[in-house]
């Protein structure tokens, strides 16, 4: 790549133009200069350093719900659709109506491009999912759909589930209350046999019996699965699954016995396009056979036929966290290319041990500090991509057991994707902030990209299941286990949970003293450590049963022992995920993969060290370790943190192409400093020159909705406008202002 | 209080109403149930139990720029003018175009209320600033009027600075270019004399100089500060600031060899009121006594009359620094008050160990994983608050000295300020969203009241001195404190560094092993391990040099080192803070805050113990302590967390109290979760039902912007609205679904 003419000022299209839109490109006659000219060329140069090839990683890992080829494509026809081309950039020039507005169209529009281009169900569902605006028909597949699947019996699936899976009604899935949600036992929403009838009558009896939070309820959905209490006779069998249709098909009007609304705006924008809902059901009457029945069924007359096994409904509840794993890693995977590519570009400080002052200013992400930074954030984003691929196939494999009444797997899975949902949504939200902030001042533009990540990010730590208490049953199913241990030293534990046998078996997890910092990249080393200090927590954790103290009491320590536990089978799963795809991957690939492996583990060891260093105090000592000995001598820790930086060091020039694997396309980012080229000036500067606010004219209503935020490239009153309001306000501000100080 | 009927179905008003919104309350005759009814006892009881007033801590901490009464009244007013009274409701239904417009008409508003109320200007500043949208008046006061009088000589105060004072001109503070933030030494913008004008010539010179982020400057200001390099025939004399007018007063247009604008949207929707902005200059010319002169001047003819010190100009840096602790104190301090007040309202779960199943469940607050979480928090708030207050004080001190030309004070004030700003900033970021997500699912809501606080921080960890560069330079003066001690060691070290003495002289910091958990509550038990801990990093820090690593290099251990720093000043001005108040805060209530002095040490020490525990590598012993030795024992690290579980739970009784403590009025707030009074689940409802989205109609344009956003309680379409749109969107959409499954 040549470099651009730093004299030059005429300037290259940023993009293609689409519709109403011109390319975008700096139009003022601006000498482009050293510092702008050299962005593309630094990008070039870190692309060509590359020692493996990014495009067999982003093939392999971006086959999923659809295959890397398809999902290009998909992207492609959006890329270049007048409606959808810069919905990225448009977006926050819209409130919430104007958002909410949009996102029915854009539902409307995808099923259109999907007919044209004769797109797959999952193709369609893959575009909803890249406008970054939780849209209804998000919703509709990813909690309505698998309800009716996962809990329906075959008549009843028969009867609904094509219907919605072709989208002749819209469905959402009423279970959270105002006053309930973590508590599901507890929600008030009532569902009555009436024998009469032969039906039932949902009901909400109280304030906090609203329903609260269902995406699409608000404004769109034709009908609805209800979590209520199963009453017949005036006994209790409590919450039970009800489908009913909510709104007339062609008017959208909410039927007679019910009523509903949006909840009003999220925090941060999040969720614009999404109309989460709130309803409540007065005396609302539906058929006996509107109970979603594949376990439990209710009997003409009233006889309630109980499922098989309780544990057999667990499975929806553990179907949701098992898909948020990798999908988190794909989030944070987005903050961390922004990141990589900017810092990579951005030039600030000249390195003060140079003599000679030509020399240009040093790469941010050469810092440490930069490097340290988003390195590890780089390792976890591939670690959770790859990890919550196992979680979806275990999730399968124990889903085709529970088929069979085989609930072997099940408690495995439930603790696993408990503990993966916990930490890896956390570690992800607090991970693209801190990439933000890694940018710099120019990390706070909402162009920078992150505007439609982090809040989108933002409810997974509270939603299917609230982290801290999610770490709670971790903290929980440890001391389960590790009690049966005691009782049984050769009783079967997961894979997930073998680091438990360290707790009285000595030498169950062999450890030997690394002597040199390349002594800690042995996985026999860290990955024991990290078992290790697992199996510490939970010693500790026992220590303080044992003191007294009751369990419901210790919901703070069973935060650490929660995210050691995850970051133990991260790990695991990690390594295992790359060996999986090995062949497909390549030797090169799969080997810089494993290095990032490596520093995942490290860097989750330096996260909380302690546990490792502290030598042990009376009756806390794992099996073959002594009161007063610690796991980790002092030097190792000197070591650890040396390791930790070599290897930053070596990966350090492969960031380009390990950020390049993701396979995110600019118009997925939507971001001006995460730009593939590397162009982050010209297209910072592009945009101020054609922001909508200095291209005054009267702002259009939501009727000529397609004219709002439409960027002015290129036009002739570039850098002159003056808002339409000045004479209004800031005129009279000035005037009124000096005529009081002349008073 | 008595508790409301759980089975009334009418409610009271949830505040007034004001101009065109009738009062909130729910309308819907539903029951309210036992939960909702609970919420405003839970309330009552708990604020009834503090044992001490918090009204005196809120008038002591509260009088500073305005005293608390005068800041109650300009409250008072807001929250009773029909434009303010549900601003902050309206904030979230607005785009960005229409914010701005709101955000001048607001500033025209605040000055005429001024006007008519006879407020001062610091009244002034408190309205503006209570607003949450950083509106051009804000930035106005903050950024332009202190450059004018702490750079300006005698007659460019006389000049400009009166005229700002009275809003007669509005300016904004152009430092910051497209390509340089952090690094001014290499900002591009050219200021050169012109020896035959006798005047200065702006320009920018490339793309990258291109003036970005000044508040005000998009569309607002009439004048403003130019930072640029002094070139005097054709030598460079660096960065200087420059004073010039940008737009006509009475039109608003630009002036000719200037293009200006809005640099668009930022990030999560943060300062939608402000409009941050780009500027070029195309050989500007402005009068050659338009150079700030307070210290270095140039004279007819091109003399360059250096200033007296080069450090006498550092002190406007330090003064945006030193203001931004208390500050930041104050925003964590809002997210505190809502976690508090809502944890305690909410019940989640019955206690598994009561037998009674008639038994409420159990508040969310009383779990030690939500207690432990939220009261650290707590304790930062007004640690940062008070701690702030102290860091003003030293301000004004230095700067009084240096008017006197003595420089004394300013390398410790410098390294204080940089590493309490880099530290709190993130602290309070980090902790207001921890607030969020104790709030369970319903933070995720706007009207949680965290849309306006985590925005608004987000940018606070970037600008004024990026904090990992701020944590370099705090690192890098430890390391030269610590070397001029070690030359001498009765070399005279400030308070905030005085720990460094330990590195050399044994006994510098006495420290006892606790043997107790209440030995913990000893200052010179916790305050000294702070002191140790800190030194201990530096000695690490040295070692890393000694080992032949350049300082550039160790700009990542140089983040903890300056966390432990400024931990160790906070703990210290904290204290200090109560101290110098005490009188008039009242005994009782110093007891209750020396308590958060207390929990502020401890849980800021076993943020990381590592430092504490580790026995000390060859060559990193601290003086006294041998090889091999480490500073705490393993069972106080144990004992630690015993003190901090103990003094949480004495603490909890007293919250609601110490969150009262801070005086949020819920309009200031503008919470649902948050109310004084616990009335969460009606004021949830009560917004549900009259959210604008549920009640359709055209909306409305930017010239009646009035009419967004407004909530209609109490209308007869309550629960039954169809959006505008419904026909044209969804109902085709189904329609066509239908057609192609029918095919």
Redesign the interface.
């Known amino acids: 790549m040549s470099k651009p003419d730093?004299k030059a000022t005429t300037y290259e299209p940023l993009n293609e133009g689409v519709g109403e839109w011109a390319p975008a490109r700096?139009t003022?006659p601006?000498?482009?200069?050293?510092?702008?000219a050299r962005t593309s060329v630094d990008m070039a140069t870190a692309r060509a350093a590359a020692s493996f090839d990014p495009t067999r990683i982003e093939e392999t890992l971006r086959d999923a719900r659809i295959d890397n080829e398809s999902r290009i494509k998909v992207m492609t026809v959006l890329s270049k659709d007048p409606i959808f081309a810069n919905w990225k950039k448009r977006m926050?020039?819209?409130?919430?109506?104007?958002q909410?507005?949009q996102s029915?169209?854009a539902?409307?529009r995808i099923?259109?491009l999907g007919?044209q281009n004769e797109w797959t169900t999952h193709e369609i569902v893959e575009a909803v999912l890249t406008l970054d605006l939780q849209s209804p028909i998000t919703i509709h597949w990813v909690a309505f759909v698998p309800v009716i699947f996962g809990q329906g019996n075959a008549e009843q699936i028969e009867r609904w589930g094509?219907?919605a899976m072709?989208?002749?009604?819209?469905g959402c899935y009423m279970q959270?209350e105002?006053?309930?949600?973590?508590?599901v036992q507890?929600l008030?929403t009532t569902c009555t046999y009436d024998e009469e009838s032969d039906g039932f009558v949902l009901h909400?009896?109280?304030?906090?019996?609203?329903k609260?939070?269902a995406g699409g309820l608000?404004?769109?959905s034709?009908h609805g699965i209800v979590q209520a209490q199963l009453i017949i006779k005036g006994k209790s069998y409590g919450p039970h699954l009800f489908f009913c249709q909510l709104r007339d098909?062609?008017?959208?009007?909410?039927l007679d016995g019910l009523?509903?609304?949006?909840?009003?705006?999220?925090?941060?924008?999040?969720f614009g396009g999404l109309?989460n809902g709130?309803a409540?059901f007065d005396h609302f009457k539906i058929p006996r056979d509107h109970m979603l029945s594949k376990h439990a069924k209710v009997k003409k007359g009233g006889e309630y036929v109980k499922p098989p096994s309780d544990k057999l409904s667990y499975g929806g509840m553990i179907f949701i966290r098992s898909q948020m794993i990798d999908r988190t890693g794909w989030m944070l995977s987005r903050g961390v290319t922004i990141a990589t590519r900017y810092t990579l570009v951005r030039r600030?400080?000249r390195?003060?041990?140079s003599k000679d002052v030509n020399d240009v200013?040093r790469s941010v992400l050469s810092?440490?500090?930069?490097a340290?930074?988003i390195l590890p954030l780089l390792a976890k984003a591939y670690a959770y991509i790859l990890a919550g691929r196992r979680m979806r196939t275990l999730y399968e494999d124990m889903a085709q057991q529970l088929e069979e009444g085989n609930t072997e797997l099940l408690a495995d899975v439930h603790v696993a994707s408990s503990s993966l949902k916990a930490y890896c949504t956390k570690q992800a939200l607090?991970g693209i902030?801190e990439c933000?902030?890694a940018?710099?001042?120019?990390?706070?533009?909402?162009?920078?990209g992150?505007?439609q990540v982090?809040?989108e990010q933002?409810?997974a730590?509270?939603?299917e299941g609230?982290?801290?208490v999610l770490?709670?049953q971790v903290g929980r199913a440890m001391l389960k286990l590790s009690g049966e241990l005691d009782g049984n030293s050769s009783a079967k534990v997961a894979a997930t949970s073998g680091f438990l046998k360290a707790i009285s078996q000595a030498n169950a997890i062999p450890f030997t003293q690394p002597k040199s910092s390349a002594d800690w990249y042995k996985p026999e080393v860290y990955s024991a450590a990290l078992g290790l200090r697992a199996a510490q927590l939970v010693v500790d954790l026992r220590a303080e049963i044992k003191s007294g103290r009751?369990f419901?009491?210790?919901?703070?320590e069973?935060?650490e022992v929660a995210k050691s536990h995850a970051e133990f089978v991260v790990d695991l799963w990690f390594g295992e995920g790359i060996r999986d795809d090995a062949q497909r991957l390549g030797e090169k690939e799969c080997a810089w993969l494993n290095k990032l492996v490596t520093l995942h583990a490290l860097t989750a060891l330096s996260r909380n060290?302690?546990p490792l260093?502290?030598?042990?105090?009376q009756g806390r000592a794992l099996a073959g370790y002594k009161t007063?000995q610690a796991i980790l001598a002092?030097?190792s820790?000197?070591l650890l943190e040396k390791a930790i930086r070599e290897l930053v060091t070596e990966i350090l020039p492969q960031v380009i192409g390990l950020s390049d694997g993701f396979g995110w396309l600019d118009w997925e980012l939507g971001s001006s400093l995460g730009r593939k080229d590397g162009r982050v000036?010209?297209h910072?500067?592009a945009?101020?020159?054609a922001?909508?606010?200095?291209h005054p004219g009267?702002?259009?209503?939501?009727?000529t909705i397609d004219k709002?935020g439409i960027y002015k490239y290129g036009s002739a009153n570039?850098?002159?406008?003056?808002?339409?309001?000045?004479?209004s306000?800031?005129?009279?501000?000035?005037t009124?202002?000096?005529r009081?100080?002349n008073l």
Not at 178 to 183: A, K, R, V
Not at 698 to 703: G, I, K, Y
Not at 729 to 734: N, V
Request: charged fraction near 20%; hydrophobic fraction near 35%; proline fraction near 9%.
């Open positions: 730093p700096v003022l601006i000498p482009m200069g050293e510092v702008a926050p020039h819209m409130n919430r109506e104007q909410m507005r029915h169209f539902c409307r099923l259109e007919e094509e219907k072709n989208h002749e009604i819209l959270t105002l006053g309930h949600g973590t508590n507890q008030e909400s009896p109280t304030l906090t019996s609203t609260w939070w608000g404004t769109t034709t098909m062609e008017t959208g009007k909410l009523v509903a609304g949006d909840i009003g705006p999220k925090t941060y924008g999040a109309d709130w409540r600030q400080f390195d003060p041990s200013e810092y440490p500090s930069t340290r930074r607090d902030e933000r902030q940018l710099g001042g120019h990390g706070f533009l909402a162009s920078a992150f505007t982090f809040p933002a409810p730590v509270t939603y609230d982290n801290i770490a709670s009751p419901v009491d210790l919901s703070f069973c935060i060290i302690t260093v502290l030598p042990a105090s007063g002092p030097e820790v000197i000036y010209e910072l500067m945009d101020a020159e922001n909508p606010l200095n009267a702002v259009p209503s939501l009727e709002v570039t850098g002159k406008g003056i808002p339409d309001w000045y004479g306000e800031i005129g009279p501000l000035l009124a202002a000096a009081r100080a």
